[in-house]
């Protein structure tokens, strides 16, 4: 008979902390999704894998307070406190979108003590791109 195959950090070989809290993040990307909604802060090693998310709607903001400037920041706040536990000093940070978070979010992680190499733009802008919807005749 076939032996079973052992699951990955499963309790029978002895694994059982999470492999999140070991790691050292020297320097990081931070990306701020600013929509008119919501903002959602990530923070991510260099190499791109998640080390910390938040969002206005995890921080307990419903409806139309989640689009506001404090959500933002109380969000960005939020995700950042986690990673400089783990030791992140420098980030880079990349904003998208419209939204009224995106300067409230950048304030506080100015606040936060993490020094800032750059702060970029990428919000997508069309280049003349889809064609708009037929004017509405009434």
Known sequence: ?????????????G??????NGRRIPKGV??????FNNTIVTVTDVRGRVVSWSFAG??????TRRGTPFA??????????????????RAEVMIKGPGLGRDAALRAIRRS?????????????????CRPPKKRRV
Request: charged letters at 20%; proline letters at 6%; one cysteine or more.
């Open 15 to 20: 694994r059982i902390s999470s492999r999140k």
């Open 30 to 35: 931070i990306h701020v999704q600013a929509s």
């Open 113 to 129: 003590g993490i020094l800032l190499s750059f702060v970029r733009d990428v919000t997508p802008m069309p280049h003349n791109g």
């Open 58 to 63: 995890t921080c307990g903001f419903r409806g």
């Open 72 to 89: 933002a920041q109380t969000a960005a706040g939020n995700a950042i406190r986690t990673v400089v536990d783990q030791g992140m000093q």
């Open 1 to 13: 008979m076939a032996k079973p195959i052992p699951r990955v950090g499963s309790r029978r070989n």
